[in-house]
């Protein structure tokens, strides 16, 4: 899938141990991902960026609770992803609902989501690829994930892939679409996910 997950460091790059020692360091408001080695801090995001990862942890959590409540919807969940040279941090995912208090990181996700920024769409050093392809793959390689979703946040529109028994299913979902995730209870129409939005607003101006 283009760049490797499980791309060994380069010489004078962090680990991704020494990276995961040096977000423990960080205050929590603080938002890092490791690529190709190095890591950088994330922009804060905009209002329309975590509007839409609000909506739709709030509509996965509402369809977890009466399909599987052993599961639960978060936004930004710890979990270690890919190795070597990349740590992404994911807007949002479904992991297991049975943590410890003061818990940081878990070992699986079934769900993982991201909602596209500005700093997505940066080149991966040493690649022709932008940072959202390569997170993209690296989702899929986790084992425990079985559905990612890539939403847009400046025009309505959902990048669905889903594991099959032998390959990954891709649907790119507008506004008159359904967005249909039978695995974890969901089904709602796309423009839920962006309810409060500029591209959807509550008020009319």
């Known amino acids: ?8 460091a380069r010489a004078g790059q962090m680990s991704d141990e020494a990276f995961r020692r040096f977000q423990d360091g960080r205050p929590d408001h603080e938002r890092w991902e490791l ?23 709030r509509l996965l959590n509402d369809a977890l609770a009466a399909h599987d409540p052993t599961r639960l919807a978060t936004q930004r ?5 890919g190795s070597g040279d990349f740590r992404p941090e994911p807007d949002v995912g479904v992991i297991d609902a049975d943590y410890a208090a003061g818990q940081r990181f878990v070992a699986r996700a079934y769900l993982l989501a991201e ?8 080149r ?9 392809d390569v997170k993209r793959d690296i989702y899929q390689a986790h084992p ?6 890539i939403v847009e946040q400046e025009r309505i529109e959902v990048q669905v892939l889903s594991r099959g028994p032998f390959v990954w299913t891709i649907q790119t979902l507008g506004a008159e679409d ?3 995730l039978p695995a974890f209870g969901l089904a709602c129409p796309v423009t839920a996910l962006y309810d409060g939005t500029p591209l959807r607003p509550r008020v009319a101006r």
């Open 178 to 180: 359904t967005l249909s």
């Open 115 to 122: 909602i596209v920024s500005e700093s997505d769409e940066v």
């Open 124 to 132: 991966v050093p040493g690649t022709a690829r932008s940072w959202i």
């Open 77 to 81: 969940p710890g979990l270690d992803l």
């Open 144 to 149: 425990s994930c079985d559905a990612v979703l």
């Open 1 to 8: 899938m283009g760049v490797a997950p499980h791309e060994p």
């Open 35 to 57: 690529i190709a080695g190095v890591p950088m801090m994330m922009t804060p995001p905009t209002i329309a960026h975590n509007r839409i990862a609000g909506n739709l942890e």
